[in-house]
């Protein structure tokens, strides 16, 4: 197993964000993390990601409990991609993405083995050749994002963790980006655990859904066991039409005007 989550708790002072969370995940496998505003997702990706110690329970990852690596073996394995990607620095891209092989430099520094390839042939995956040499600054939010799919690409991990990646990103881009992640992950067979509005997306892309209501696991499954229009209706509070997408079968929720609850 890649990732065990047993009992995880979580309270920040009196208030209890998670409760008893059980998650096992397989190498290979991309988990769609889904649930209503405040319903503690990006709590506990910062619990899986070693970031946040639980009240309660435990992380283990690769058989080890996560708190026991150091942050740099820690970063060698995981790498966490957050909601807002890369502030904009007077950094160029590809100072970026050498940034980005910060686990694997001894103490001169250096790194044992030329990275310089390795960056290249990432760059020109992600279309990032041509802008090279500009700074952050320079950038759209979408280009950003991309660099810092490029940096986390460039780490290399096992486990790729994703808050919301595609928040600020076009349609088009968005895509992209989950093509992007996919093509890696087939590639590599690294393991992705994700953050996801778009449910919709979700459905195309994940292998399984992990529902997370009021801090407690409310579901868990393939997204056809997952995203049926009671569930939906009764964690996220609107009453939608779930249909199969008409190329794939995958479920696509269709929301309708006026058709929200209390
Ligand atoms: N550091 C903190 N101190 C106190 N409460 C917190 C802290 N971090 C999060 N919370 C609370 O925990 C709950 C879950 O927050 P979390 O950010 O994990 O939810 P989320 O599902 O990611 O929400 P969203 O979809 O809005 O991003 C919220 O009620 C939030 O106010």
Known sequence: MMLVAQGLSKAYGRTQVLSEVELRVGKGEWWGIIGPNGSGKSTLMQLLSGVERPSKGSVRLLDREIGSYSRKALARIVAVLQQEGLDPTDFTVREVLEMGRYPFLNWLGREEQDAAPLIDSIMEKLELRDIQERRLTELSGGQRQRVALGKVMVQEPSLLMLDEPTTYLDIHYQLQFMEMVDAWRQASEITVISVLHDLNLAAQFCD???????????????????????????????????????????????????????
Do not use: C, D, W
Not at 221 to 239: H, K, N, W
Not at 243 to 261: D, F, I, S, Y
């Open 208 to 262: 399984k859904l992990l529902v997370l209501h009021e801090g407690r696991v409310a579901g868990m499954g393939s997204p056809e066991e997952v995203l049926t229009e009671a569930y939906i209706s009764r964690i996220f509070r609107v009453m939608p039409s779930v249909v199969k997408h008409p190329e794939n079968g995958a479920p696509q929720v269709l929301l309708t005007a006026n058709r929200t609850r209390k």
